[in-house]
């Protein structure tokens, strides 16, 4: 979405301008060559703007580097009739030019040796905004300039200011405008001033620009400090959170990249809103649509790629003759890093080269020498792609530390000059000591890609070793690339993989490795480290094989109803527009049979084609049902749905078939919008008639070319592509992003919780009491206030533990009170007891052990007193936040139960949301649960956005679990959800112990937890309750008390994600009855005995009803096979 003005539109029609300027002024000193120490234009302006009437007036002092030696000559928008004040100084019209605004060509005749003097003008300048570029390259719209009631766009393609031979200027810009209304410019704001109908503002740029920008409108504005620099937002309405979350971002994303290349270049960052939709990146600024500063992954994407680019862009400017770099260099180190420093920059390369491959056919390609900005998705793949991906080789080629220096040395020495790709050679040269030059020219002045090919892999064995050969080869058209090729071997019995690189300088290259144990599987190139054609058979079927195919064929639904049938003829005419060069629409009665030479859509459930491409898609677990399509594991009913879904074409696999399909006709304008933003995936999933997006992926690749399977005899019996990878060394990214949340912080409170000394916090022990003391400070120390019976701590009398007897019961409760909803609140809690020494569900063989409960629950509670701290410090909420650590969890939810039920009485009673930190301390690479987001039907929108914003992978599961605390809430008709990092074998077991604890997921948790929890405060609107909910009632207390410690178990672990019928299995307990009966993950338990089994509720309360030793007999699903075994059950 982002690039530079420069990039967007100025470089393609600057680019004219410098043109008509050497036209114009053929003694122009300098224009040969733009780089370094160019001399400056100074301009003050002094600007009256009157938006109603579309016009300016403009005085603006100009001073010449020196007295000229020849009349100086400048540009100006037609109609604004410039004259001098200046005594002796006359301005000559010379004309009128051709321009992409009409232009005035003017000259100045000077007194001897005068290089200062005035200019005045004015006028209207309205040139309407209008769309260009194809959707699919997200195509947006544009203005050379504009004044009006909206607001005022005014650039250096307006030519709204004289315009001199000089490339760069520098400038002081006062402007009046009407009340209500501000200005934006580039450099620092000096004076500010709303006084009666009149707005003043001052913008001083003492760095040196290539054009000046005056953007204005009824801006409501927001600042802090960042460090040395001053963090801005201008919105178009007041949105206090909005802003807030844009400068806290600010700081933290400059504070990364000083660390990174060097000092920011400018006093100030500002978010500004524009009132159409735009991605542009100024200095100092960027200029964004007032949809897309909402988008909540805008602020984790495109906004951190437009403050790069005040280093890079608009910080060096690029030599634009020579190709533009910097749009690469912001990818790499904007989009890249993020992805890198989330875990996922091995699949961004690869959908990196899939662009490439999907639409850089012969004929669009070009070098990079020859990229000036993007204005198609072929031009983005080579100028952003290939460029990005240069420098990514380029970094694996020079090491981590040189390629940081190597950008630090040129930031450092050309900063507001103009460079090429040439000088950053020369620093890279200069900090590494290696001669970079067939590089920079096979990558740079080149076009095309290395192609490859891996063949005649074969294993000898030796003594003491096993030799590995094989065939790697360069297949594409031309010359040998110079490449360092990874290469991995999975070994048998060694759970890392060995890992070395091939340096290939001609065609053909014989492999030769000796490894210490038997290779079985040889992979080239798997982490997609070098920019290379993509094999076909690397990249999943996915949208953009569609839309950028050179021909495509579109199947409407004949049989369709005229409603429908129109709506999908107009979402065809916005696919047809979406990239392919060629776009034939057709209904499916007109046409035979589906065409093997070209793309195909089939559009509609109607559409007579939908079988064929049904089966195209079954090899990806795709099928029709009853009950809707089944998608792997997940059956996605038709109603309220749109889905959208890629197969090869079953007569050409070198061609897509897409299968698009939906209930609603109001769905699908929103739906042919979207789709070119989704053009990575295989397959998505849309709800409702805006629609939103609520599932989507790529399918496996199974088959890929650079992949050898070598399989020794344990791997004979079983297909070769289930040999899987080795484990390879994990990749660190350049630099961290500053986290608002402490890991050391959460990791020390997780220790103290579940160490030896707080023996488990079992219910009614003076560990707990000590545990909720320790809480009570830290809410303390947060500047919550206290939300407990006279203090923080809410206290009451209750029957339990082992023996039993009366126990004193405190939740810890701190609230942030709200400053706009009087009595509203945000519920966020855990709970902090656990089983102590085991009661009341302690394990056969456990009992009288200490039960750390490190994962659960004092990773909820680490998580819930880091947010305390980090909310506590922030702007205060417009609904009241309470933190509540919960007690008795454990022993049927009693402290949330018993907080509920004292709603009424609360600071806060009517609670309209709460979120739960459950057992969140085991992350890793899984997927945060948010379970019973059934419990109101925008908690799925809510978790999707916290997850765009935080790049957490985020799963809503809607299922009825009697889990923890939410529940309480739930029952009262409260929406509630459970953030949940996934179940694993030491539950409840002395084995669950802080060393195993992921720090940087309590991280990821703190992080989704956050945007949730300041996004229901903010909110406008209550959720939406699902329709079993009811008036704050506590059900019968005594259902929920443990009654004995005797249950049973078969040894399975559930997978909560899982959607579909049955209970599907993410692991056994070894030496379980599950183990023994040859159950396994991904078995899909349907029925126990004769009864069904539809979901792990059903499960669960079956097993309830048994005894240990009791004989049971398991129906399952596996690979779609029913399957049954016999198992007993014994005592947990």
Known sequence: MSATRRDTVTCSVLSLFFLFLLALLPACPGAEEPVGGAETVRHELKVSLTPREQRLAVEDTVTLPEPPSSRPRFLLHKGLRPVSSTPGVRIIAEGEREGPVPLEAFSVLLPPRTRSFSIVYGGSIHHPVEAFGKEQARGFSQTPGIIGQEGTYLDGSSFWYPRFEEEMVTFTLQVSLPAGWDVVSQGERSFHERKGDATRVQWDSPEPQDEVFLIAAPFTGYSRRAGRITAMAFLRSPDRGLAERYLEATGQYVAMYEKLIGPYPYKKFALVENFWETGFGMPSFTLLGPKVIRLPFIITSSYPHEILHNWWGNGVFPDYRKGNWSEGLTAYLSDHLLKEQQGSGEEYRQTTLQKYADYVREGKDFPLTEFRSRHSSPSEAVGYGKSLMFFHMLRRGLGNAAFVAGLQDFYRTRLFTFASFDDLRRSFEKVSGKNLGREFRQWIERPGAPLLRVSNAAVRPGANEYLLTALLEQVQPGDAYLLSVPVVVTMEGREAAYHTEIVMDRKRVEVSLRLPARPIRLDIDP?????????????????????????????????????????????????????????????????????????????????????????????????????????????????????????????????????????????????????????????????????????????????????????????????????????????????????????????????????????????????????????????????????????????????????????????????????????????????????????????????????????????????????AQVLGKGTPPDRTIVFAAFTGEEAGRRGSRHYVSRLKQSPAEKCVAMINLDTVGRLGKNRLLVLGAGSAREWVHIFRGAGYVTGVEVESVSGELDASDNVSFEEAGIPAVQLFSGPHLDYHRPTDSPEKIDSGGLVKVASVAREAVEYLAGAQAFLTPAPAGGAVAVPDRDRHIPKGERKVGIGTVPDFSFTGKGCRLSGIVPGSPAEACGLREGDIIVRINATPVDSLKDLAVLLGTLSPGSRISITFLREGREMTVDAEVVAR
């Not at 049902?625 to 059956?635: A, H």
């Not at 304008?669 to 990575?680: A, M, S, T, V």
């Not at 303390?780 to 939300?787: D, I, N, Q, V, Y």
């Open 527 to 867: 982490g997609f480290d070098l920019f290379r054609r993509l094999h076909r058979d690397e990249i999943p079927p996915a949208l953009s094989q569609a839309l950028g195919a050179e021909r495509m064929l579109i199947l409407l639904p004949a049989s369709a109803g005229e409603r429908m049938l129109s709506a999908y003829r107009e979402l065809a005419k916005v696919l047809g527009n979406a990239g392919p060069d060629a776009v034939e629409i057709r209904l499916d009665n007109e046409v035979k049979q589906i065409p093997a030479d070209r793309a195909v859509a089939v559009l509609g459930w109607e559409n007579r084609f939908l079988k064929e491409a049904i089966a195209a898609l079954s090899p990806y677990g795709v099928s029709r049902k009853k009950e809707g399509i089944q998608l792997g594991n997940t059956t996605v009913p038709p109603a309220s749905r749109s889905l959208v879904m890629t197969a090869r074409n079953p007569k050409n696999k070198d061609m897509a078939i897409a299968l698009i399909a939906s209930d609603s006709a109001e769905a699908l304008p929103g739906l042919g919008r979207k789709l070119p933003h989704y053009h990575k995936y295989s397959y998505l999933v849309f709800e409702g008639n805006e629609p939103s997006n609520t599932m989507k992926g790529r399918w496996p690749v199974v088959d890929s070319p650079l992949t050898a399977f070598l399989p020794g005899k344990e791997q004979k019996e079983r297909s070769s592509p289930t040999i899987g990878r080795g484990r390879r060394a994990p990749r660190h990214p350049l630099v961290a992003l500053p986290s608002a949340f402490s890991a050391e912080r959460m990791t020390e409170t997780v220790r103290l919780l579940a160490s030896a000394e707080m023996k488990g916090r079992g219910l009614g022990t003076p560990e707990l009491d000590r545990a909720a003391e320790f809480i009570a400070a830290k809410f303390r120390e947060a500047g919550l206030h206290p939300g407990g019976d006279g203090g923080y701590f809410q206290t009451w009398e209750d029957r339990g533990g082992n023996p039993e007897g009366t126990m004193t019961m405190r939740n810890v409760i701190g609230i942030l009170p709200g400053e706009k909803r009087d009595g509203q609140s945000v519920v966020i809690g855990a709970h902090y007891d656990h089983l102590g020494l085991g009661w009341p569900d302690v394990r056969e063989g456990n009992k009288g052990k200490i039960h750390p409960g490190a994962d659960d629950n004092a990773s909820g509670i680490a998580v819930l007193l880091e947010l």
